[in-house]
């Protein structure tokens, strides 16, 4: 089997082959047919459902049938330079010259080469083509998405995800009518995101089948270099990591700053934002994190630990919510319930405990370890082994959990900061025997505490909280600490008396 290189070299010598003998001249039939279709808007016309499609979308954009309006080209030269450089598809440039750069030069047609947003950013190929093509602003810097240029293979191919050819009496605007071209779309092979297209531009040559396979196959190679060169860095970085027990916070990113791999695994994912002058990377969380650039240009490692130091806190709020979260290193990882309930019994527990305790403090005895197990697998996947150790099972960094927290408060008398911290019960929908303890107790030692202290604006607080508003006790002790005559006492003898008669109701 012939590798994709190879089938578009062969199909490059057979297109040069071909191009002295016309491939199909101006189709009138599908000329009169734009030009119907601008006046009845009619779409029956037997013109392609692909091309009729994009005309559709052309005249909603309201682009220029006539071509008086010409695609938009960047006016900052300087910053459409610095951006292209940056893009992912530069660094396949020489790649895909070396593929399709004959086809452009010697057969009087061009090569381009769009970004995901359909602006133009290396138009190669025929000097005499080359000047032709800027009088319709076929240049480098432009923009030709469907809403600026209207039908065109590179815009085209980009709106619809898949390879397009379109014929030149097939364009939407008359300044391109006397164009044909074949373009087809290069995705990220992990994401599947598009990253540009590529496109070949002429004349009849490029109508012909060979040159939609030309630029497929091109496609195709652009992508497996791309998934190659990760490939190779994932490798190395798994050897740096190796080397320099480098705990956590720790990506290797592309030179598009796209996620490779991560230290621990998953803690991050996706594209960050790089800003190469500066050498930082913008977290999702909006937190700046260094990089350094690898030896070769090939990409970047990321190195959150040096923000947020060796030795992160692992953040994990449960307060008000059913699932928990947790915060570390500037990411919010969300938890399922059962994960939710594990990572609580680990930070309670700082010496580790082992798979048959975590089933007694969650199930009670009802359930095998073995059922523990496969959750605290999951959940060192989701984290990271390098976050929750095993053997036995246990946080590896500092823990903040905001309920011990809140009872911190309460232990230093600061009962205010404590009911504003206080934003609801530990996981309310969790049944575990170990989770439902924390939940009563903490409630009521925050309850006690302020009937305690006998401060009123506390009292008021709590007393409007969901879960003290049928606290009889509570409002009494309002109502007593108001003096005869405050409205505010009255409201208080009100509630304790509509709660004494809706329990004697019921």
């Not at 030269?77 to 030069?105: A, C, K, Q, T």
Request: some cysteine; overall charge negative; aromatic content about 6%.
């Amino acid at each position: 089997m012939r590798r994709a290189g190879e089938v578009v070299g062969s199909a490059a010598h057979k297109l040069l082959a071909l191009s002295g003998s016309s491939l199909g001249g101006q189709d009138r039939d599908l000329r009169a047919a734009r030009d119907e279709f601008l006046i009845s808007a009619d779409t029956s016309l037997g013109v392609r459902q692909l091309v009729m499609e994009s005309w559709q979308r052309s005249l909603e954009a309201g682009v220029d049938a006539e071509g008086r309006y010409l695609p938009p080209v960047d006016e900052d030269r300087d910053g459409f330079l610095n951006r292209r450089d940056l893009h992912p598809l530069s660094n396949l440039m020489g790649l895909i010259r070396g593929l399709l750069g004959e086809v452009s030069s010697d057969s009087e047609n061009l090569l381009a080469v769009a970004d995901e947003s359909g602006r133009l950013l290396w138009v190669e190929g025929h000097k005499g083509s080359l000047s032709q093509a800027a009088t319709m602003n076929f240049v480098e810097g432009a923009l030709w998405d469907e809403e600026h240029a209207g039908t065109n293979a590179p815009g085209t191919s980009l709106r619809i995800g898949h390879p397009v050819q379109i014929r030149p009496s097939e364009h939407y605007s008359d300044s391109v009518r006397s164009w044909a071209c074949a373009a087809a779309p290069i995705r990220d092979p992990d994401s599947n995101l598009l990253l540009g297209s590529i496109d070949l531009t002429g004349n009849e040559m490029v109508e012909s089948p060979y040159c939609l396979a030309l630029v497929k196959a091109a496609s195709a190679t652009c992508q497996a270099e791309i998934k190659s060169k990760r490939n190779l860095l994932a490798s190395r970085f798994a050897s740096m990591v190796q080397r320099a027990d480098r705990k956590v916070g720790s990506a290797l990113l592309d030179s598009y700053g796209v996620v490779i791999a991560t230290s621990p695994e998953g803690w991050i994912s996706g594209r960050i934002e790089l800003d190469t002058n500066r050498m930082i990377a913008t977290l999702p969380s909006g937190n700046e994190v260094p990089v350094e650039r690898l030896s070769g240009d090939e990409g970047y490692l990321l190195r959150a630990d040096l923000l947020f130091g060796s030795n992160p806190e692992v953040r994990i709020e449960t307060l008000g919510r059913n699932e928990a979260v947790v915060r570390l290193m500037g990411q919010e990882i969300k938890l399922s319930r059962r994960q939710s309930e594990i990572a609580v019994i680990l930070a309670l527990n700082p010496n580790g405990v082992t798979a048959e305790q975590v089933a007694v403090f969650l199930y009670g005895d009802e359930v095998s370890p073995v059922t523990v197990r496969a959750e605290m697998s999951r959940l060192r996947k989701l984290l990271g082994p390098k976050v929750v150790g095993s053997k036995p099972y246990r946080f590896l960094y500092p823990v903040c959990l905001d309920f011990v927290s809140v009872r911190a408060q309460l232990r230093r008398g600061r009962i205010a900061e404590a009911i504003r911290s206080y934003t609801g019960p530990i996981l309310g929908n969790s049944d575990s025997p170990c989770i439902s303890e924390e939940r009563m107790n903490l409630e009521w030692e925050l309850r006690a505490a302020v009937l305690n202290q006998g401060d009123v604006a506390n009292l008021d607080i709590w007393a409007n909280a969901p879960w003290a508003r049928y606290d009889v006790e509570v409002f009494q002790r309002m109502a007593d600490l108001y003096p005869r005559g405050d409205s505010k006492r009255a409201t208080a003898l009100a509630r304790v008396d509509l709660i004494q008669r809706t329990y004697r109701r019921s």
